[in-house]
C-alpha cells in the first residue's frame, strides 16, 4: 500500500478539524487585528436586562470616513461582553445584535449578548476565554 493512499484521505478532516479550533468573533470580525493602532477607546457602560441577557454601550473616537470603524465597535462590544461573561462565572456568549453610530466624532455601539455557562445554540457564539485573551492581545479593553 502506498503511503498517499493512506494520507489523503486524512488531510481534509485534520484540516477541517484544525479550523474549528480557531476562535470565532462573530460579524465576520477577525480575532487578530483589525483595529487601528490609534484607536481611542472611551468606554463601555453594562446593564443586566435579565439573568442571561445583558446589553453593552461602547463608545470610541473615530473617524467617520473608516470603512473598518463599526467592525471596531462591534469588536470592542464583543471583549467587553466575553470578559463580562468570566466575570459573571459564565464561559461562553452569544451575540444578539449590535447597532453602531457615529455622531460628533464618536463611535457608539449597542449591543445585546447572552451569557451561558455552556456552548449556546446560534452560529454568533463566543468563547469568552479565548475572546478575552484575543482582546488582550490586540491592545483592546474589556470591561
Known amino acids: 500500500m502506498h ?10 478532516a485534520l484540516a477541517l478539524g484544525l ?5 470565532t468573533c462573530g460579524e465576520g470580525v477577525s480575532c487578530a487585528g483589525g ?3 490609534d484607536a481611542l477607546y472611551l468606554g463601555v457602560e453594562t446593564r443586566l436586562l435579565e439573568d442571561d441577557l445583558v446589553r453593552f454601550n461602547v463608545a470610541m473616537r473615530g473617524n467617520k470616513d473608516d470603512p473598518n470603524a463599526a467592525a471596531n ?3 470592542y462590544a464583543e471583549c467587553a461582553a466575553a470578559q463580562y461573561a468570566l466575570i459573571r462565572g459564565y464561559g461562553f456568549a452569544r451575540h444578539l445584535r449590535t447597532t453602531t453610530n457615529f455622531n460628533d466624532g464618536t463611535w457608539s455601539g449597542d449591543a445585546a449578548y447572552t451569557i451561558s455557562s455552556s456552548l449556546p445554540d446560534g452560529l454568533k457564539t463566543i468563547d469568552a476565554e ?3 485573551a484575543d482582546c488582550k492581545d490586540n491592545g483592546i479593553p474589556t470591561v
Request: aromatic share 4%; charged share 10%.
Open 130 to 132: 479565548v475572546i478575552v
Open 73 to 75: 465597535v462591534s469588536r
Open 19 to 23: 479550523s474549528a479550533c480557531a476562535p
Open 3 to 12: 503511503l498517499n493512499t493512506l494520507i489523503s484521505p486524512f488531510v481534509p
Open 35 to 37: 483595529e487601528t493602532p
